[in-house]
C-alpha cells in the first residue's frame, strides 16, 4: 500500500483511504539470459499496465563502490511530464531498488535511473524481445530491464494508520512519536509509522495499531 492523507479519526485512532498492493505484477521483460549493464549516464525502460501501480522495483546486479543514483517516473522517454522520482546512496554489493509511490491509474510510463556517481550495474536480459529500453536517453534493442511494475487494488479500502507529525482530530494534536517502519526505498526511511501505544502531542497514545505491508527487499 502507499500511505495516504489522514480522513477521519476516532478518538485515537486515524484512518487513511489506500489501494493496497496485491500480488499481481508485471514484467518489463521477457528471456532468460541475464546479464550486468553499467550505467554511464542513464538508464531506462518504458512499460504499460493494465491496472492501477505502485511500486517499481528494479534489480542492481552490482555495486562497484560508494554509488548515487536518481530514479525518476515519466509519462513517456520524451519526458514531458515528471510523476515521482528519489535519491539513492548505494553500498557495494547487490540491491533491489524500490520506488513506491501514490498509485496511477493504467497507462503507458518510463522509468529512468541516472547515475550521479559511482558504478553501478542494473541487471538486464539480453535475449528479452520486448525491446523497450534506453540508454543515455536513446531506445536500444540489445536488451530490457530486470524490474517490476507492482499493481494495487482499483477499488480504495480504508485503514487505521498514521506517521509523525500528521495532524488528527480536526488539528486538535499530532502524531509526535513513531515505530520505525523500516527502509521502503534503498538508501532511506520513509516516515516513522505510528503503531499501537505511540504518543500523540497532547499526552494521549495510539491505542490502536495501524495496518501495513512490508515489501519485499
Not at 3 to 20: A, K, L
Not at 123 to 142: E, I, M, Q
Not at 202 to 207: M, S, T, V
Amino acid at each position: 500500500m502507499v500511505i495516504g492523507e489522514i480522513t477521519s479519526s476516532q478518538q485515537d485512532i486515524m484512518f487513511v483511504q489506500v489501494r493496497v498492493e496485491d500480488t499481481a505484477f508485471i514484467e518489463t521483460h521477457n528471456g532468460t539470459v541475464k546479464s550486468n549493464y553499467f550505467i554511464s549516464n542513464s538508464i531506462g525502460q518504458k512499460f504499460s499496465t493494465t491496472r492501477w501501480m505502485g511500486r517499481i522495483k528494479i534489480k542492481i546486479g552490482n555495486v562497484n563502490e560508494s554509488s548515487r543514483l536518481r530514479l525518476s517516473l515519466w509519462d513517456s522517454p520524451a519526458k514531458t511530464r515528471l510523476f515521482f522520482e528519489n535519491e539513492y546512496q548505494l553500498n557495494p554489493g547487490s540491491a533491489v531498488l524500490h520506488l513506491s509511490f501514490n498509485p496511477l491509474p493504467a497507462g503507458d510510463y518510463y522509468w529512468e535511473l541516472e547515475r550521479l556517481s559511482g558504478s553501478v550495474g542494473v541487471s538486464v536480459v539480453s535475449d528479452s524481445t520486448l525491446h523497450k529500453a534506453y540508454t543515455d536517453g536513446n531506445p536500444t534493442t540489445a536488451f530490457d530491464v530486470e524490474s517490476k511494475i507492482m499493481y494495487v487494488t482499483d477499488e480504495e479500502t480504508e485503514r487505521p494508520v498514521a506517521v509523525v507529525g500528521d495532524t488528527i482530530d480536526s488539528g486538535v494534536t499530532t502524531i509526535s512519536g513513531g515505530s520505525q517502519l523500516g527502509k521502503i526505498m534503498v538508501g532511506s526511511v520513509e516516515k516513522n509509522i505510528s503503531r499501537e501505544g505511540d504518543s500523540l502531542a497532547n499526552g494521549g497514545k495510539i491505542l490502536q495499531g495501524c495496518w501495513f505491508f512490508e515489501m519485499e527487499t
